[in-house]
Nanobody
């Protein structure tokens, strides 16, 4: 089994920064991709950032995704936060558990980010 555990969420005022982390653990042969999604109240889940170059237009220039392959961890540095960034942020990963299996998609349980004006 594979688990994704997010951390780093919290409350911050507009203009502030937060750094989210997501660590993958369990039976991992290789990680094909890791990224971040978010879901605001009453809205659909949306992509925030994946790999190193794919960002939602609304976060370009403010958020940066990075990975530490040795730690099976992905980060999301969020700067210049806005109230509209308020959402539950979910980690997403496509992971192979062995050399003879296809990659499966996994989700973390989410971490809440609240930005006040």
């Amino acid at each position: 089994q594979v688990q994704l555990v997010e951390s780093g969420g919290g409350s911050v005022q507009a203009g502030g920064s937060l750094r989210l982390s997501c660590a993958a653990s369990g039976r991992i042969f290789s990680i094909n991709a890791m990224g971040w999604f978010r879901q605001a109240p009453g809205k659909q889940r949306e992509l925030v950032a994946s790999d190193s170059t794919n960002y939602a237009d609304s976060v370009k220039g403010r958020f940066t995704i990075s990975r530490d392959n040795a730690k099976n961890t992905v980060y999301l540095q969020m700067n210049s936060l806005k109230p509209e960034d308020t959402a539950v942020y979910y980690c997403n990963a496509r992971i192979r558990s062995s050399s003879n299996t296809y990659a499966m998609e996994y989700w973390g349980k989410g971490t809440l980010v609240t930005v006040s004006s």
